[in-house]
């Protein structure tokens, strides 16, 4: 006697999911797995959001929920149904650029470009966080955010010219 056949692996179906990116709310169709990283690159069309690793260990899908930084690869996207999302693409202010993405520039702080966008966002995540004091705790913070072309020393200066102009919270 053959036993009996395995019942068929059902699987859930994409379902309806909006989330609030830049200021915008975006209506998506997608799966229940589906990472904040694949829904803002793949289904919302931001591919300012890079994909690195996808282990959450460079730091390339940074972005801001609730001015919080995240990795966007470690966290599923139907679990940001309410929260406010920042990406790369919403930092600037139409022409003007955010006092970070005009630093970068200033400082020569990147080379290939590839993780500036989360560079950015973690840096404006260190700041609202107001924890960096100096050029070490800005290297420990940002730790989390690989450059291969290694322009660490310029991406500390531009935090720390930005964070000097700013007023620091306690």
Partial sequence: MNPPAPAALLLPEPGPVTLH?????????IAPWTTLLDALREHAHLSGTKKGCDHGQCGACTVLMNGTRINSCLSLAVMHQDDE????????HGDELHPLQQAFIDHDAFQCGYCTP????????????????????????????????????????????VMHAQPLRP
């Fill in 21 to 29: 990116v830049n200021g915008q709310s975006i209506a998506l169709t």
């Fill in 118 to 161: 989360g560079q950015l966002c973690s840096a404006v995540g260190l700041l609202s966080e107001g924890h960096a004091r100096t050029a070490e705790e800005i290297r420990e913070l940002m730790s989390g955010n690989i450059c291969r072309c290694a322009a660490y020393p310029h991406i500390v200066s531009a935090i720390q010219e």
């Fill in 85 to 92: 999302i920042t990406t790369i693409e919403g930092l600037a």
